[in-house]
């Protein structure tokens, strides 16, 4: 079992920068990868990024490529996602899920663990 928060949402004009924190407990093994992703009003959930637990594999979104990075801190067990450039259009509710086969996943189907999410809200 493992349990997720997520933290560091809040509001920012655009352009402007966000990190977000992914805190994990529970029983997590090294072969696990950690995924974000987003769900703005009236859309469906879109994946944003994801970072394998024990080596640095990431894959970020076409949307937020060149803007956000994914990083982990395996001491605090916690995963980053730095959120800069920001533009209305990343406004959402941002969740972070756990793929217990470490595989980097576009698809929320995979993932077996998610946390409540944190609301960011970028104004124009």
């Known amino acids: 079992q493992v349990q997720l928060v997520e933290s560091g949402g809040g509001l920012v004009q655009a352009g402007g920068s966000l990190r977000l924190s992914c805190a994990a407990s529970?029983?997590?093994?090294?072969?696990?990868?950690l995924g974000w992703f987003r769900r703005a009003p009236g859309k469906e959930r879109e994946f944003v990024a994801a970072i394998r637990w024990s080596v640095t594999y990431t894959k970020l979104g076409d949307s937020v490529k060149g803007r956000f990075t994914i990083s982990r801190d395996n001491a605090k067990n916690t995963v980053y996602l730095q959120m800069n450039s920001l533009k209305p259009e990343d406004t959402a509710v941002y969740f972070c899920a756990v793929d217990q086969n470490g595989r980097l996943l576009e698809k929320e189907t995979g993932y077996a663990y998610w946390g409540q999410g944190t609301q960011v809200t970028v104004s124009s």
């Open positions: 529970g029983r997590i093994l090294s072969s696990y990868a």
